[in-house]
């Protein structure tokens, strides 16, 4: 259990000293902090596009920060200019990129397409929209995703 409802994910470079000196993008670890002041009803709020993609991503963060929680398994988001992975996962040199997509088109996927050539990574995953469904994803903790 964390003792705070948010955190700040640090930005993953491939070298520690870098990542330290990075901007970090706030997650919720409770997405009720972002349902309970909002007026959408879940019809209205998966009929709202920004809203509804902002909630998918925000759950799936938190489900890999709570469940990376006493692993080897650390989270991280990257973004380079305009290309940006959601989620990155490492466990010792394995590397791991997350996208997610709560819209029905899958489209163009450029920010994964620049991390794998920066990075080489073990694996590259999209949740939802033609990806791995959702509710597949949230079944396993972040550590199955990196050692699969």
């Given at each position: 259990m964390h003792p705070f409802e948010a955190t700040g994910l640090p930005k993953f470079s491939g070298r520690r000293v870098r990542q330290r000196g990075s901007s970090s993008k706030l997650q919720v670890l409770n997405t009720a902090l972002m349902t309970?002041?909002?007026p959408l009803d879940l019809g209205e709020a998966r009929r709202d596009g920004e809203f509804w993609g902002r909630l998918v991503e925000s759950a799936v963060g938190a489900h890999l920060l709570n469940t990376a929680t006493g692993t080897q398994?650390?989270?991280f988001y990257w973004r380079e200019r305009n290309r940006e992975v959601d989620f990155?996962?490492?466990a010792g040199k394995r590397v791991v990129a997350i996208e997610v997509k709560s819209g029905r088109k899958r489209g163009m996927l450029p920010g994964l397409e620049a991390f794998s050539k920066a990075f080489r990574p073990?694996?590259?995953l999209l949740v939802g929209a033609q990806g791995i469904p959702l509710e597949e994803f949230l079944l396993e903790?972040?550590?199955a995703w990196v050692e699969a």
């Open positions: 309970a002041p909002s398994v650390e989270v990155v996962l490492r073990h694996r590259l903790p972040a550590a």
